[in-house]
């Protein structure tokens, strides 16, 4: 089983970043494929990120390419998500998940097996 614990969510005003955190339990993290994921009211969930278990190849929804980046920290058993330039339209509660069974999982959230709980992301004009 594995945990996923999102933090670093909140209110914060246009043009500004937040860095999202995903704090993963289980000794083989460096195996799991990670993504970032959110959700706006009324809308479906999407993919905006993801990463392969190296690190390596990241994926970017082409909404949030060039201000949001994807990161890993192995040793921390830890995934980021680096929001800069944030726009109002990236409001949303954000999620990680995690694929233990894939090298890269993607955009497709059916791949992923484990989510974590979500944190808000409320972005002011």
């Known amino acids: 089983q594995v945990q996923l614990v999102e933090s670093g969510g909140g209110l914060v005003q246009a043009g500004g970043s937040l860095r999202l955190s995903c704090a993963a339990s289980?000794?083989?993290?460096?195996?799991?494929?990670l993504g970032w994921f959110r959700q706006a009211p009324g809308k479906e969930r999407e993919c905006v990120a993801a990463i392969s278990r190296s690190g390596s190849t990241p994926y970017y929804a082409t909404s949030v390419k060039g201000r949001f980046t994807i990161s890993r920290d192995n040793a921390k058993n830890t995934v980021y998500l680096q929001m800069n330039s944030l726009k109002p339209e990236d409001t949303a509660v954000y999620y990680c998940?995690?694929?233990?069974?894939?090298?890269?999982?993607?955009?497709?959230?059916?791949?992923?097996?484990?989510w974590g709980q979500g944190t808000q992301v409320t972005v002011s004009s």
């Open positions: 289980g000794r083989t993290f460096s195996t799991y494929a």
């Open positions: 998940a995690a694929d233990p069974t894939r090298y890269f999982s993607g955009w497709a959230d059916g791949n992923y097996d484990y």
